[in-house]
């Protein structure tokens, strides 16, 4: 099982960017992205379920940033909108075989992908 995370870079405040996370191997119940800004631990951040038929956010980003998924490629997104300073940090991609978006047990990570966003 590999999960590989794309789309970090640079951006200016109120700008966005779409993060791209393709899992190979299996299928999971729950696939989220999380964010480690420096100095600070893991947060949750987004998750679907593997049909897409439940999401969850944190409520820092919701109505900002919008998760999504091809069942087609295997492939999760994340779609971020109207980013702000305070969404800088790495963003990682994770998967689990059953339903508990915020724990941050999950049983697969991807490794990373810096988002900086500037003001």
């Known amino acids: 099982v590999q999960l590989q995370a794309s789309g970090g870079g640079l951006v200016k405040a109120g700008g966005s960017l779409k993060l791209s996370c393709v899992a190979s191997?299996?299928?999971?119940?729950?696939y989220a992205w999380f964010r480690q800004a420096p100095g600070m631990e893991r947060e949750f951040v987004a998750a679907?379920?593997?049909?897409?038929?439940?999401?969850e956010y944190a409520d820092s980003v919701k109505g900002r940033f919008t998760i999504g998924r091809s069942n087609r490629d295997n492939t999760l997104y994340l779609q971020m909108n109207s980013l702000k300073p305070e969404d800088t940090a790495v963003y990682y991609c994770?998967?689990?075989?059953?339903?508990?978006?915020?724990?941050?047990?999950?049983?697969?990570w991807g490794q990373g992908t810096l988002v900086t966003v500037s003001s």
């Open positions: 679907s379920s593997w049909r897409g038929d439940k999401k």
């Open positions: 191997g299996r299928t999971f119940s729950t």
């Open positions: 994770a998967a689990r075989t059953d339903w508990a978006p915020r724990r941050n047990d999950y049983n697969y």
